[in-house]
């Protein structure tokens, strides 16, 4: 038991870490000019990492990759209290050591590709709002309730068979293009921690930690409502009538 936990951990632990290196490191490219321009290859980076280790760990780990879907998928009720605390710590320690080694190769005018706004925080993937904190807070969490929402119907409810990744993978993507010029669109504490604790700014650090639980816990009530509803919406048949003599 100890050993498949352990392996879940591990497979957590290679995706999240993947998840920052690619998507902040992606966007820190984006934002000198040195790559693709724009959000939409900001946020198929992301979704493309996402669907890819999905598609790699998902049959593993469940492919949660984000303390807020592993919230989400506790308060389903559908793994344990320990488990999910050990997929998070997992994934925060992958977050901070990609941070981390971001920092270390795009840092600085002598590293990497020796740009000097690469030693900002936000090249990291820390975030800035460009609107008001309360706009930003419901824009987080309703981004975090349709990824958890798609991650509990198609992985864990298994309704997309095969396909659950691209789904998952497709919805980050999409999150990231409506919401990555307001709020970076993170919808994630620990891509949004990790690359704050690598750069010392932790401005707003309130709002990216709790919006997303707030979203995948209401992701989980509706999951659970829907479920329900379905289970007891099934039509008995009537019973039929012997026909007059």
């Known amino acids: 038991m100890q050993n498949h936990l352990s392996a879940k951990l591990l497979a957590e632990f290679i995706a999240a870490f993947a998840f920052v290196f690619i998507g902040a490191g992606a966007a820190a490219v984006v934002r000198t000019g ?3 321009n724009g959000i939409a290859a900001i946020a198929f980076a992301h979704g493309l990492t996402i669907m890819v280790f999905a598609f790699a760990y998902g049959s593993l780990s469940g492919a949660h990759f984000n303390p807020a879907v592993t919230v989400g998928v506790l308060a389903a ?4 209290l320990g488990e999910a605390i050990a997929y998070i ?3 925060l320690v992958a977050a901070v ?26 090249a990291l993937g820390a975030t800035t709002l460009t609107i008001t904190p309360g706009a930003g807070f419901v824009i987080e969490a309703v981004l975090a309730f349709f990824l958890v929402i798609v991650v509990l119907t198609t992985a864990v409810a298994r309704s997309a068979g095969n396909l659950a990744p691209l789904a998952i993978g497709m919805t980050v993507a999409l999150d990231i293009m409506m919401g990555g010029a307001l709020t970076g669109a ?3 504490p620990a891509i949004s921690l990790d690359p704050m604790v690598a750069t010392g700014n932790f401005t707003n650090a309130w709002l990216y930690v709790i919006a997303p639980i707030v979203g995948a816990l209401v992701a989980a009530l509706i999951y659970k409502a829907l479920k ?3 289970e007891d919406g099934t039509e008995v048949a009537p019973r039929a009538t012997a026909p007059a003599e």
């Open 34 to 36: 040195a790559g693709l």
């Open 77 to 80: 009720r559908a793994m344990s």
């Open 89 to 91: 710590i997992s994934q």
């Open 97 to 122: 050591c990609a941070a981390l080694l971001l920092r270390a190769v795009l840092g600085g005018v002598d590293t990497g590709l020796g740009r000097p706004e690469l030693a900002q925080g936000v």
């Open 186 to 188: 993170n919808f994630n």
């Open 228 to 230: 329900l509803l379905a």
